[in-house]
């Protein structure tokens, strides 16, 4: 099955910076990538996604690039807040039934 | 706004006991999902559903059942509770198809003594 690597495990960054969490799949059929932010004591939700025939997405201060030839995919966050500090997940799926997820990244965003 | 409520925030039960965790959607979603999310491990999945009374195994089916009776309700069944089995579960709910999004329910963190 798909197996997707979430790295780092935990981002430090400072307040203004940017924040980069990249991700890696395995099957190269896997065409639909979301990523989601979990704020303590809630359940994950969908901050953005991009699906494999589009290569860059960008929403306000978010933006996911994919790169299919080499299989990953990266979330990045420009203009930090303290607001911004959650827990992030990558996830892939090939059929919107099943999604693979990655192991987390702990952000904590320093006023 | 979709709402995807789970029965319990917090549960305690004891090794051996059956026990019922119940998720509801409002916004007729075909799919409905389990998941276990543990330190270091992410979210795995259970079991999901694509229809009523349809289910299929995720990556981690073992010890675990479910029971989709109604479009809006997804129950995970633990027949016989272990202590491994002591994490935090999510359900969540989509559309069909590619690139719907899943909405989460906020969670049921439960421990087996």
């Known amino acids: 099955g798909e197996n997707v690597e979430q790295h780092p495990s935990t981002l430090s960054v400072q307040e203004g910076d940017s924040a980069v969490i990249k991700c890696t799949y395995s099957d190269s059929a896997s065409n639909y990538f979301p990523w989601y932010k979990q704020e303590l004591g809630k359940g994950p939700q969908l901050i953005i996604d991009i699906r494999s025939n589009v290569g860059e997405k960008k929403d306000q201060r978010i933006a996911v690039t994919l790169n299919k030839t080499a299989k990953h995919f990266s979330l990045h966050i420009t203009e930090t807040q303290p607001e911004d500090s959650a827990v992030y997940f990558c996830a892939a799926s090939i059929d919107g039934n099943q999604f693979y997820f990655g192991t987390g990244t702990s952000l904590t965003v320093i006023p | 706004d979709v709402k995807v409520t789970q029965s319990s925030r917090y549960l305690v039960k004891r090794t051996g006991e059956k026990v019922f965790l119940e998720c509801v959607q409002d916004m007729d979603h075909e799919n409905m999902f389990w998941y276990r999310q543990d330190p270091g491990l992410g979210l795995r999945l259970i079991y999901f559903?694509?229809?009523?009374?349809?289910?299929e195994k995720g990556d981690i089916p073992e010890g675990y059942s479910v029971s989709r009776e109604k479009k809006e309700r997804f129950s995970l069944i633990l027949e016989s509770a272990s202590t491994n089995q002591t994490s935090m579960y999510l359900c969540?709910?989509?559309?069909?198809?590619?690139?719907?999004?899943?909405?989460f329910g906020p969670g049921t963190r439960l421990t087996v003594t």
């Open positions: 969540a709910s989509s559309l069909a198809g590619v690139g719907s999004e899943q909405y």
């Open positions: 559903s694509y229809d009523v009374k349809m289910k």
